[in-house]
């Protein structure tokens, strides 16, 4: 099972090499939105760590920092295919 992960993430990381930039950025942000929606351990650290960092933020500016963060993080994910 863990061969196929590794063969699907590399596989994904070789398509988003080819498309154009945006494609590229547009998928990263859409990852990170997905990471941001969906129930995930990398969500719940990430909200932690803000909250520890940014106690004085309010949950409306939590969340757009989180989602913001998350987006930032899927486009990294995808951009580092094209490096």
């Known amino acids: 099972m863990e061969k196929l992960k590794g063969a699907l993430a590399v596989g994904f990381l070789r398509l988003f090499a080819l498309l154009p930039w945006r494609a590229v950025q547009a998928l990263g942000a859409a990852i990170g939105w997905?990471?941001?929606k969906l129930p995930n351990s990398s969500r719940e650290v990430?909200?932690?760590n803000l909250r520890k960092?940014?106690?004085e933020l309010g949950e409306?500016?939590?969340q757009r920092l989180l989602r913001d963060s998350?987006?930032?993080i899927g486009k990294?994910?995808?951009e580092?295919?094209?490096a």
């Open 34 to 36: 997905l990471m941001w």
């Open 46 to 48: 990430a909200s932690i």
């Open 53 to 55: 960092c940014f106690p």
């Open 60 to 62: 409306a500016a939590h």
């Open 70 to 72: 998350l987006m930032d």
């Open 76 to 78: 990294t994910l995808t």
């Open 80 to 82: 580092s295919a094209c």
